[in-house]
Nanobody, 118 residues
Framework: QVQLVESGGGLVQPGESLSLSCAAS????????MGWYRQAPGKQRELVAT???????NYANSVKGRFTISRDNAKNTVYLQMNSLKPEDTAVYYC????????????WGQGTQVTVSS
């Protein structure tokens, strides 16, 4: 049994910062790519950022230069530092991880709401 538990999120004003974290736990042999996705009301879920085990990162164009993804492999945890937040960043943010147990599977967190509003 594998779980991804997210924390962080909330309500902030435009221009402010927020940090998310997501910890994987359970019968884990190894964690491969970890990432963050988001889904705004009425829209499809979209990629925000991903990070490989060695630390290679990939970002959506809309967040480049403002968001930073990082991970702590010893803790099986991924982080998302969000700076200069905009109203269009408002969404439910989900973490995702490709995890080896007895085989490789993808797992999702429960989602955390981020609202950027004045």
């Amino acid at each position: 049994q594998v779980q991804l538990v997210e924390s962080g999120g909330g309500l902030v004003q435009p221009g402010e910062s927020l940090s998310l974290s997501c910890a994987a736990s359970g019968s884990i042999f190894a964690v491969n790519v970890m990432g963050w996705y988001r889904q705004a009301p009425g829209k499809q879920r979209e990629l925000v950022a991903t990070i490989t085990y060695p630390g290679e990162t990939n970002y959506a164009n809309s967040v480049k230069g403002r968001f930073t993804i990082s991970r702590d492999n010893a803790k099986n945890t991924v982080y998302l530092q969000m700076n200069s937040l905009k109203p269009e960043d408002t969404a439910v943010y989900y973490c995702h991880a490709a995890i080896y147990t007895d085989r490789l599977n993808g797992y999702w967190g429960q989602g955390t709401q981020v609202t950027v509003s004045s």
